[in-house]
């Protein structure tokens, strides 16, 4: 007889009946197809074998007729362990009444012999009940190494996502240094605007996530500016048309130097456009409004107010309650009303975020006169 179970050479069957000749007849049919037969006198004896585990059954002959736990008590204990769930049961009954056989189907058996059996019936019966067992085994099987086989790839996945994200922080840091070190005049510009930002992101509630993000990101806002000429970047006075123009693209140079480094969108958003302008006057794109990405927009504020209130090159530093109201007057303009609104109720913790990052000259204390005039309008500058 030819079986389709890979992992064992004979199958095994549990055979429970209480008449000694109906157990030999029963062990002499199987043993022809090369079955491994284990007899029992008793329902409770076959349970016992059973729970020991010694060698499981791939399918179970059981008489219904039997003292003390009878085949259906047997069938539904069995079916009760989720082990054997898939076993095939087959009652085997003197008795041909339909309600018996339908009470025995409920208790979870699977096909019915009517004694007295023909050995050639019996055979087939089970032949047929194994085949199928050994195809749900097979089955599951697959369905187990396609499962391993999933989680491995999954695993996998995540293990390059982690290499990639460690290897874009790492080209992220080294941007970064580049960026101070190409505008060392500002100091400690990077990490005010990312603080700010950082208060500004609170303020409207996002999660801790986006939060951390924005505030990692927010350093690469004018990674851009690696690309400009010195004689641009560090005028002391006023920009040209031209040297305008050539100012402007350190928006979308920083935005493809984070497209080449595979960065978080989150980054390249913020690259490209923290000089957009709610009122959609800003570059490089002329958005507007919610078109923005809110990144973006945070860090735009951050950026326009840390200029107003730290030196720079071209200018001196604004006293902070003037820079506060400079950022007043853009709302709905420059910034977005909203963020505005967060900013300004944010302010004893600017002030800690400018004592925390000061640099040698920064803003003059709050409520005291603004320094010299600055060398170009105070907004048209930060675009």
């Known amino acids: 007889m030819e079986h389709s179970d890979p992992t ?44 020991r585990g010694e060698d499981p059954p791939d399918l179970l002959l059981l008489d219904v007729m039997m003292p ?17 769930d898939r076993l095939p049961i087959v009652m085997v ?23 007295p059996f023909h050995p050639m019936e019996v055979r087939a019966r089970v032949r047929n009940l194994l085949r199928l067992k050994f195809a749900g085994d097979e089955l599951q099987r697959t369905n187990l190494l396609l499962s391993d086989e999933k989680f491995h790839l999954e695993e996998i996945v995540r293990e390059r996502t982690r290499e990639l994200e460690n290897t874009t922080l790492g080209v992220v840091a080294a941007l970064e240094k580049a960026n101070a070190l190409n505008d060392s005049d500002t100091g400690n510009h990077i990490l005010r605007v990312c603080a700010y930002s950082e208060l500004i992101a609170n303020g409207l509630g996002l999660p801790g996530e986006a939060v951390n993000r924005i505030r990692r990101y927010a350093s690469l806002h004018d ?96 006293p902070l309650d003037r820079a ?15 963020l505005v609104d967060i900013h300004l109720a944010g302010l004893p913790a600017i002030q800690e975020i400018l004592d925390r990052y ?4 920064t803003a003059t204390p709050l409520g005291q006169g603004g320094g010299p005039e600055v060398l170009r309008s105070a907004l048209a500058d930060f675009d």
């Open 93 to 115: 009954t003197g008795l041909d009444d339909i309600q018996q056989k339908v009470h025995g189907l409920d208790q979870g058996a699977d096909d019915y012999i009517t004694k």
């Open 223 to 318: 990674v851009g500016k690696v690309g400009l000429a010195d004689e641009v970047l560090k005028k002391p006075g006023p920009l040209t048309k031209d040297e305008f123009e050539a100012m402007k693209i350190h928006t979308t140079m920083g935005y493809e130097l984070l497209e080449l480094a595979r960065s978080d969108e989150l980054a390249k958003n913020i690259a490209l456009c923290h000089h957009e302008r709610f009122n959609g006057k800003g570059y490089p794109n002329g958005l507007s409004g919610k078109a923005i990405p809110l990144e973006a927009r945070i860090v735009a504020l951050a950026d326009v107010f840390d200029a107003l209130t730290t030196k720079r090159i071209y200018k001196n530093a604004y």
């Open 324 to 338: 506060m109201r400079m950022i007043d007057e853009e709302r709905g303009a420059h910034f977005d009303p909203r």
């Open 8 to 51: 064992r050479e004979h199958p095994v069957i549990y055979v429970a009946d209480d008449e000694e000749t109906n157990l030999f007849i029963m062990k002499a049919t199987l043993k022809a197809d090369k079955y491994k037969v284990h007899t029992f006198a008793r329902g409770q004896e076959l349970l016992d074998f059973l729970e």
């Open 68 to 84: 003390g736990m009878s085949g259906f008590d047997v069938c539904a204990r069995v079916r009760d362990t989720a082990e054997y």
């Open 358 to 361: 000061e640099d040698s000259s």
